[in-house]
C-alpha cells in the first residue's frame, strides 16, 4: 500500500521528510499521503463522499 497515515491531527507538510512530489488525500477525518511517480497517472476514485481508491498507473514512453 502506497499511501501512508499522518499520524497528527495537524498536518505539517515541511515535516513529511519528502522533497519530491506527492499527493495528500483527506478522505473520511483520515490523511494521507503518497510520493507521486515521474511519470504516469494517478486516480483517486470515491464513492459515497469518500475516497475508496488510489491508483497509480505508470505508463511507459514511447519517443
Known amino acids: 500500500m502506497r499511501l501512508q ?3 497528527s491531527k495537524i ?3 515541511e515535516t513529511l521528510g519528502t522533497k ?3 499527493v495528500l488525500v483527506l478522505s473520511d477525518g483520515k490523511a494521507r ?3 507521486l511517480p515521474s511519470h504516469g497517472e ?3 476514485v470515491t464513492h ?3 475516497v475508496t481508491r488510489v491508483n ?3 505508463g ?3 519517443k
Request: aromatic residues 12%; charged residues 40%.
Open 5 to 7: 497515515e499522518i499520524p
Open 11 to 13: 498536518i505539517d507538510i
Open 20 to 22: 519530491e512530489p506527492i
Open 33 to 35: 499521503f503518497a510520493p
Open 42 to 44: 494517478t486516480k483517486i
Open 48 to 50: 459515497d463522499d469518500k
Open 56 to 58: 497509480f498507473n505508470e
Open 60 to 62: 511507459e514512453l514511447f
